[in-house]
């Protein structure tokens, strides 16, 4: 009698699925109760609305990871070549054309959806910077080569995406120089590289501020150096400029050790974005320092799952892909819980997998697959060796 396949086979690392679930798991749980005040304004209260809304990404989300994980990485090499040009076509079009709110284009509308096109720029980027970096390991030591092949790639994207959105230029500039320095780029070069890039762009912020010109050019250049100001200012003034990160401590401080329980929320309801940016306060205030200490083991151990896949891949261009994606999302999520404890200036960042959002979740969950083909390909590997 033939043994039956299931239906739907997971295949790569058990843990980082195991992971995937629990953070799905979390998700469902905590937007359900932090969209309450949200359904009140625009769904008439249905507050099962936005969590049947935030359930449908989540399942398109995992179709996209399941598909992702099953076609062979070597595959995305190419394709990361076609989509890293694609990605510079699409953030050229949105600081053009695409949605402005709070003076930034960030958005592009399709078929009534909003795709942040950063987001496929950091996919894409990760993908073509693993390629590059295979195609370059015998002139890493090179500065024009490395210049030309890995530095101004890395630029293009973060100059497109730096005028509407400073926090992910950052953190796509932090993760690509991580990436490069693990496949070998001498730290003298990445060192010159960054004193260059820092040095460039606070010329271009002071210029923002004070002449006209430039300033239209870069209009939140004013609100960038207010997040810093008012992060390293005494917040003990009872001033509307801290209400987001005072309405965030209060939340933690609810939540205490064992937090006030699933659904029991008080913050949820004055707390600006408590469904995405400020998601991760809302899970200590419910579920206390324990729920909150749970979800960072959790990315923690996303991290050490993704660095093994890069210890034990026998391909290069395998290897730097993991680890540059997993790079990506851990030092996002690291950021939001950072922000929302008042350990970094706020940034706008949402909590990978967990937050609400749309498009989002869906590349996000299309980054993990991709990981998982790498692992999925290392197993596959193993068996066969074993078999020999």
Do not use: C, R
């Given at each position: 009698m033939k043994e039956r396949k299931p239906y739907i086979n997971l295949e790569g690392d058990k843990t980082i699925w195991a992971v995937v679930f629990l953070l799905m798991l979390a998700s469902i749980l905590v937007v359900y109760s932090a969209t309450g005040a949200l359904a009140y304004?625009?769904?008439?209260?249905?507050?099962?609305?936005?969590?049947?809304?935030?359930?449908?990404?989540?399942?398109?989300?995992?179709?996209?990871?399941?598909?992702?994980h099953i076609i062979p990485h070597r595959y995305y090499s190419r394709l990361g070549q076609l989509a890293f040009f694609i990605s510079l076509g699409l953030l050229i079009y949105t600081l053009v054309a695409g949605v402005n709110l709070n003076n930034a284009s960030r958005w592009i509308s399709i078929g009534g959806h909003s795709l942040q096109t950063s987001d496929v720029a950091k996919l894409a980027l990760m993908m073509f910077l693993a390629r590059q970096l295979v195609k370059c390991k015998d002139y890493l030591c090179d500065w024009k080569e490395v210049t030309w092949k890995l530095f101004i790639p890395l630029t293009a994207v973060c100059v497109l995406i730096f005028p509407a959105n400073f926090s992910t230029a950052a953190l796509v500039m932090l993760t690509g120089l991580c990436l490069l320095f693990l496949g070998g780029v001498y730290f003298r070069h990445i060192f010159a590289?960054?004193?260059?890039?820092?040095?460039?762009a606070a010329l271009v912020i002071v210029l923002a501020l004070y002449v006209p010109a430039i300033q239209q050019a870069f209009p939140r250049a004013q609100t960038w150096v207010n997040r810093v100001e008012n992060f390293s200012a005494d917040k003990s003034?009872?001033?509307?400029?801290?209400?987001?990160?005072?309405?965030?401590?209060?939340?933690?401080?609810?939540?205490g050790i064992k937090g006030r329980g699933p659904g029991k929320s008080i913050q949820r309801n004055t707390l600006?974005?408590?469904?995405?940016?400020y998601i991760y306060a809302i899970i200590i205030e419910e579920y206390g320092l324990i729920g909150g200490a749970f979800i960072l083991i959790?990315?923690?151990v996303f991290f050490f799952r993704g660095r093994r896949i890069f210890s034990l891949a026998?391909?290069?261009?395998?290897?730097?892909?993991?680890m540059g994606l997993s790079l990506s999302l851990v030092i996002q999520a690291l950021v939001n819980m950072a922000v929302a404890v008042d350990l970094f200036p706020v940034t706008g960042q949402t909590l990978p997998l967990v937050s609400m959002g749309g498009t989002s979740i869906i590349f996000t969950c299309i980054t993990i697959g991709i990981i998982l083909s790498v692992s999925r390909d290392l197993n596959i590997l193993k068996v066969k060796y074993a078999a020999i």
């Open positions: 304004k625009n769904a008439a209260g249905n507050t099962w609305h936005y969590f049947l809304k935030h359930g449908m990404f989540l399942v398109v989300g995992f179709f996209a990871m399941y598909v992702t590289y960054v004193g260059v890039m820092m040095g460039t003034e009872n001033s509307d400029v801290f209400y987001q990160v005072s309405q965030a401590k209060i939340a933690v401080v609810n939540g600006p974005h408590p469904y995405s940016d959790l990315y923690m026998n391909d290069p261009y395998g290897a730097y892909l993991a």
